[in-house]
């Protein structure tokens, strides 16, 4: 196996988080993930929404909302705010791949504010040698965005983001690799406005948000392109006040990555070679002519916003497979005295799609100035990179600084 082989096979483990199990690579015409390049825009970075099974896109404004719904700032109680999250990623395996999460926003007013975030994915040091020369890459993905949301009414906001993207997996012994980058962009609306269940006044929340609108991505200077994760996320969120301390709320989000499906084996088998269609023993003889295949179909000249369009109706197994394609997570937050909070999840993705079935657990402390929250997450499938893991999260109120050092 040559230096490019491996360190490639490596950058998979690393960025599928292992997704591709033994029992999954038993059935490969079975398991047939969405494809994407730059997989760290689609890790949840934030310990609270961690806490709620990977949920954001209609729970309460806070200061994370840049990543769910940059749509909810407006009606965030603060005027400023700052957090700072931590995610190890493959903790059991290795010790230095983190995710880093840098998020903040500030109101203009009382209808708009401006935010932004930076998504740092590092994925450590590999070593590695060619022919008689050792050498070590660091490959590394980051993501830098601004929004700009407002309140169209006094329950109806919208929001806009851009978004510019890097991914540098290259290593200078390899002349045909070179570090991508896209643009791309989110369209985010929120719903928020209290609503009577019996004699207690509710908080609903209703949220969308598509997310990472945009080019795709090159890592041989165009020979070919990867779709980036482009995701539509619908959310519902329902806060019951149960005293005049305690609160409880209940979130769910759906999401579909509206990105083409990819050609599979299966049907490369069945067009060209039917007689041994059900032969998996041929797999390995036959992958270099299905990738050719799967390039002649088309699927890699499909542009960012026909894909879209065309993510909806696509999946080889037709509509029961469109539906294996969405997946998403619920939510139960406990809030007592707007301090103390305890939260947990559960999210689920079709077993054929990536098999991410996890619960989660959490909780938070918030005081004038900041807010800590934390983590952690239960693994139901056989292998997750954030199994048994903790995240957590720092937020700072800048209005709490601010009474602090006496600037009013």
């Not at 959310?235 to 989000?253: C, K, Q, R």
């Not at 469109?322 to 993705?349: A, M, S």
């Amino acid at each position: 196996m040559n230096t490019k082989t491996m360190i490639n096979n490596r950058f998979i483990l690393l960025l599928l988080g292992v997704l591709l199990t033994l029992p999954a690579l038993a059935q490969k015409e079975q398991f047939n993930p969405v494809n994407t390049g730059v997989t760290s825009l689609s890790i949840a970075p934030d310990a609270r929404a961690g806490a709620l099974g990977d949920i954001g896109a209609a729970t309460e404004a806070d200061v994370n909302s840049q990543y769910w719904n940059p749509a909810k700032y407006p009606f965030n109680i603060a005027r400023a705010g700052l957090s700072m999250s931590y995610t190890p990623w493959l903790r059991q395996l290795v010790s230095d791949i983190d995710l880093a999460y840098l998020a903040g926003f500030y109101r203009i007013g009382d209808y708009s504010a401006v935010s932004g975030s930076l998504t740092y994915f590092s994925l450590g040091e590999v070593h590695t040698s060619l022919d008689e020369n050792a050498f070590t890459i660091k490959p590394y993905e980051f993501a830098v965005d601004v929004a700009y949301s407002r309140m169209l009414s006094e329950t109806f906001s919208a929001a806009i983001a851009l978004r510019f993207i890097y991914s540098d997996l290259q290593y200078d012994y390899e002349e045909d690799m070179s570090a991508g980058t896209s643009f791309a962009a989110d369209v985010a609306l929120y719903y928020n406005n209290y609503v009577m269940l019996g004699n207690r006044e509710c908080l609903l929340g209703l949220g969308l948000n598509a997310s990472n609108i945009g080019s795709k991505i090159s890592y041989d200077d165009g020979a070919t392109n990867e779709f980036i994760p482009t995701n539509l996320r619908l959310g519902a969120s329902l806060l019951i006040p149960i005293d005049e301390y305690n609160t409880i709320s209940i979130s769910a989000d759906v999401n579909k990555l509206m990105v083409p499906t990819r050609p599979t084996y299966r049907q490369f088998m069945s067009e060209e070679h039917s007689d041994i269609a059900n032969d998996d023993s041929q797999y390995n003889s036959f992958y270099s002519e299905y990738q050719g295949w799967v390039e002649a179909s088309g699927y890699n000249d499909v542009s960012p916003i026909s894909g879209i369009f065309k993510s909806f109706s696509d999946a080889p197994g037709g509509f029961s497979e469109e539906l294996k394609e969405i997946y998403g997570g619920i939510g139960v937050e406990y809030c007592y005295n707007q301090q103390f909070t305890l939260r947990g999840g559960y999210h689920y993705e079709n077993e054929y799609k990536g098999n991410r079935k996890y619960f989660t657990l959490g909780a938070g402390f918030k005081m004038s100035v900041f807010s800590l929250d934390a983590a952690y997450l239960i693994s139901t499938a056989q292998s997750n990179p954030l199994d048994q893991t903790l995240r957590f999260s720092l937020s700072f109120d800048m209005d709490g600084l601010k009474d602090i050092f006496g600037r009013r």
